[in-house]
């Protein structure tokens, strides 16, 4: 000390030289500066102090007296039903190595369900946060203020429940803190159980959707074969009769009939002819009963032909009928069309149903895991006397700049 002192002065006393005339020369700015730096004992030391050591000092005593905190952790996977019909899936799930039965999407809504205020709500009204986490609970830091908002008891949450995922296996490990064991297991339960809930209601609702999909368009088809139905029924009575085939069939068997009977009747015409000179009264018999037959014939003919109807089956009433007919025929293929679609709807809904596999179920903690009093201040110095040593860094280059 006694020797910076005397460097100092001579470096003042070399500074100031006399001047003829009595007057004596300033000092050298460059210098004096030197001299006033030089004339700081101890500045690294305070700075030390104030960055390193107290922050350091301070971390030391609040981790001693920081109020333990317990954790309880569960592990599980979101399988689906596909994936489980053969007997190693279980065992390749807990091992990792596979992640087929696993479904990503529904893993990363499980997560932020973990995260969300829904759950949050529900962990408040199950248990009362300010009773988990309140003032009677917790130090001053770590607790729960009394007057905190809602998204306030959000915030504090994500800091007290954690979630991570394993992208390889799909293994989701959930983590909720307490500040007593029975405390984080009977969270870490409940948060189990709406997990549960929450994908029981995904399955649930992916099965609906898919399922009724298939069942509107089948009810659709259904509706429109019934339609097709009434048509052809209304149709039947309209024109009153059961079977427009039969009905036809049978006007062609009555036609033929009629032929038949003119042709023989003709060909004993004929023979009467031939051999008797005067046919008398009997060919005159065969010829009304040819011409009655005929008219018969004609008439019917004419029904079948005409589009005014009457007993016997016509074209446009076939013509209809046949149009009815394929209208049903079109409806009925359409509707077994969707009972296939349904029931493989239903198979596909089965394939999308959901569930947990747990594996690690919570438990009641015996010793605290958290603070981790030696690591936090080991962090804790590590920090200072990095930004101590950023700080010095700087200063020391902004007075070289000067200079």
Known sequence: MLDAQKESGLALAESEKSIPGGKVRAADPVARKKARRRLRPGAAAWSFLIVVALPVLLSAVYNVLATERFSAHASFVVRSASSGQSGGDMLDTITGSVSSGSTKSDSYIVRRFIESADLVRLVDERFGLEKLFGPDRADLVQRLQPWSLFEDKIDYWNRRAFSTYDNTSGILTLEVQAYSATDARDVADFVMSEISSLVNGLSHQARETSYAYALQDLQEAENELRKAQQRLKHFRVANNIANPDSSAERDDLLIYELNKEIAEEKVALDVLQQNVAKPGPNAEVLR??????????????????SQDGGTAITAEVMSDFDELRLSVEIAKTRYVSMLDAMESARRDAEHQQRYL??????????????????????????????LWAIGRFIIQMIRDHRQ
């Open 288 to 305: 009304k009963r040819i011409d009655a037959l005929t008219r018969r014939r004609d008439a019917l003919r004419e029904e079948i032909g």
């Open 357 to 386: 596999a747990i594996f690690s179920r919570p438990y009641a903690a015996d010793q605290a895991e958290y603070p981790r009093r030696i690591i936090n201040v080991v962090l804790t110095l590590i920090a200072s006397i990095l």
